[in-house]
């Protein structure tokens, strides 16, 4: 086991357990920056590929036309 596992780990042990989505881990604000502000990056970065798609890009060019 690696270096402050246990500190990482605890989110998503969390999040397992109580069915919780990805968008929750995403948004989760800590009380105090911690290691384990890089699992709320990891969930973020599951979001990233439908943030910045060729659909998503449309959708945003169609509500920018309608303003």
Not at 8 to 13: A, G, K, R
Not at 27 to 52: C, H, Q, W
């Amino acid at each position: 086991v690696g270096l402050h596992a246990g500190e990482l780990i605890q989110p998503w042990v969390l999040a397992v357990s109580r069915g919780m989505k990805i968008s929750a881990l995403a948004s989760m604000i800590a009380p105090y920056p911690t290691l384990a502000e890089v699992n709320k990056r990891i969930a973020g970065s599951f979001y990233t590929d439908r943030l910045f798609s060729k659909g998503t890009q449309r959708l945003v060019r169609l509500l920018m036309k309608m303003r």
